[in-house]
Structure formats: C-alpha cells, structure tokens
C-alpha cells in the first residue's frame, strides 16, 4: 500500500519556523513529484509547493515565496517543508501528496495528484 506520513505540525507564533516532514512508502520515491498543499477553514485546499522527481525542481505560490523551502531527499523517501518567517494567515491543515507525472501547468492543481497523506495541522499565532 501507498503511504504518505505527514507531520511536524503544531502551535508557533508569528515569525516562527516549523520544519514539516512527509515519509513516503509504497512507491518508487525518486520516481514521484511531491506537493505540499494546505486548506485552512472555510477555504479551499491549495498549492504551497512542489519539488518534481528527476531534475528536483522547486515551485513555490506566491503567497509562500521566500519565505518556505521545499526539498526531498531520495535515500529516505522523504519530503521536507522548512517554514519561516510563518504568519497567522498560514495556518491551516498541510498535506502531502505524490505523482509520478505531474506536468509544471498542472503542479497547483490537487486533481493531478494520485497519493494523499493525513495532514498535518500548523497553527500561528498573532
């Protein structure tokens, strides 16, 4: 079975860092694009960042720009989310999702992605 491991969530104030994690398994890793995704309450769930498979090209939204860094690394599966300099409006539940053919037009859009992680929830305070 495929699985995506979401954590390293929690409560941090505004102007704190959090470093998320996403452990994959199940899959060739190396050969998957991994997204971070987040939906606060209310809101619709949307594209933070994706790290692609074979060059390890890097995409931020603009409201995350500079602000969060992607990065995977193949030997253990795994995806990083460093998250600086957070703000209240970053809150909201992140989650982790893998494809193996997401094209660069399509790396926002949840629907080109196959595998989902739980989610893990980031709360910044004021």
């Known amino acids: 079975d495929v699985q995506l491991q979401a954590s390293g969530g929690g409560l941090v104030q505004a102007g704190g860092s959090l470093n998320l994690t996403c452990v994959v398994s199940?899959?060739?890793?190396?050969?998957?694009?991994i997204g971070w995704f987040r939906q606060a309450p209310g809101k619709e769930r949307e594209g933070v960042s994706c790290?692609?498979?074979?060059?390890?090209?890097?995409y931020y939204s603009d409201s995350v720009k500079g602000r969060f860094t992607i990065s995977r690394d193949n030997a253990k599966n795994t995806v990083y989310l460093q998250m600086n300099s957070l703000k209240p409006e970053d809150t909201a539940v992140y989650y982790c999702?893998?494809?193996?053919?997401?094209?660069?037009?399509?790396?926002?859009?949840?629907?080109?992605?196959?595998?989902w992680g739980q989610g893990t929830l980031v709360t910044v305070s004021s």
């Open positions: 999702a893998a494809d193996p053919s997401v094209i660069s037009s399509e790396r926002r859009n949840q629907l080109a992605y196959s595998y």
């Open positions: 790290i692609n498979n074979f060059e390890s090209k890097t």
């Open positions: 199940g899959l060739s890793f190396e050969d998957y694009a």
